[in-house]
T-cell receptor
Framework: KAGVTQTPRYLIKTRGQQVTLSCSPI?????VSWYQQTPGQGLQFLFE???????NKGNFPGRFSGRQFSNSRSEMNVSTLELGDSALYLC??????????????FGPGTRLLVL | GESVGLHLPTLSVQEGDNSIINCAYS??????FIWYKQESGKGPQFIID?????DKRQGQRVTVLLNKTVKHLSLQIAATQPGDSAVYFC????????????FGQGTELSVKP
């Protein structure tokens, strides 16, 4: 079974631009979560989607948004990019969030550099 | 606040020795814990998990111990190998927040041949 895939793997943008990142979960997985990883802040939760609905959201500004499609694939969007948005963006999938006791499997991430 | 902290940021061990990576969590409501391994340029890789109704769980060469009294989690790696060199993260889930994971800062494990 293929793992979580993320595209693109690397991205360079300039301040003020917007970016869309894509995530395809493991086949059969219905929940997708997004995390931002930086050297200073570590891994931080962005949001979680299940059945095309956002179930949970982390403490990030409204410039960060996401969505999930009927095939469970997910996208996240960052508008008006800032230098501090440079990070590794990770997507994780699980079968069903349920009580939260579901193993989440991560993709390789998208490395975003904002200049 | 939300935090899952690690006692040691770096750990260096000799090949063949056992490694112990520690993690303190702050939320007593957390009921599910996971250890991940992250190698350079890759996403976190699931190692082992444990639920709050257990205090020990074993996998292949790895054991996770959970002490709810002092809110402490540890990962033991037996016969550490060079391929175990990576950053290890503990993560907690509070159950009532869906799949949201709160991660620790990470411990870098370096295995000397």
């Amino acid at each position: 079974k293929a793992g979580v895939t993320q595209t693109p793997r690397y991205l360079i943008k300039t301040r003020g631009q917007q970016v869309t990142l894509s995530c395809s979960p493991i086949s059969g997985h219905r929940s997708v979560s997004w995390y931002q990883q930086t050297p200073g802040q570590g891994l931080q939760f962005l949001f979680e989607y299940f059945s095309e609905t956002q179930r949970n959201k982390g403490n990030f500004p409204g410039r960060f948004s996401g969505r999930q499609f009927s095939n469970s694939r997910s996208e996240m969007n960052v508008s008006t990019l800032e230098l501090g948005d440079s990070a590794l963006y990770l997507c994780a999938s699980s079968y069903h969030p349920g009580t939260g006791q579901e193993t989440q499997y991560f993709g390789p991430g998208t490395r975003l550099l904002v200049l | 606040g939300e935090s899952v902290g690690l006692h040691l940021p770096t750990l260096s061990v000799q090949e063949g020795d056992n490694s112990i990576i520690n993690c303190a969590y702050s939320n007593s409501a957390s009921d599910y814990f996971i250890w991940y391994k992250q190698e350079s340029g890759k996403g976190p890789q699931f190692i082992i998990d444990i639920r709050s109704n257990m205090d020990k769980r074993q996998g292949q060469r790895v054991t996770v111990l959970l002490n709810k009294t002092v809110k402490h989690l540890s990962l033991q790696i037996a016969a550490t190998q060079p391929g175990d060199s990576a950053v290890y993260f503990c993560a907690e889930n509070m159950g009532n927040q869906g799949g949201k994971l709160i991660f620790g800062q990470g411990t870098e494990l370096s295995v000397k041949p």
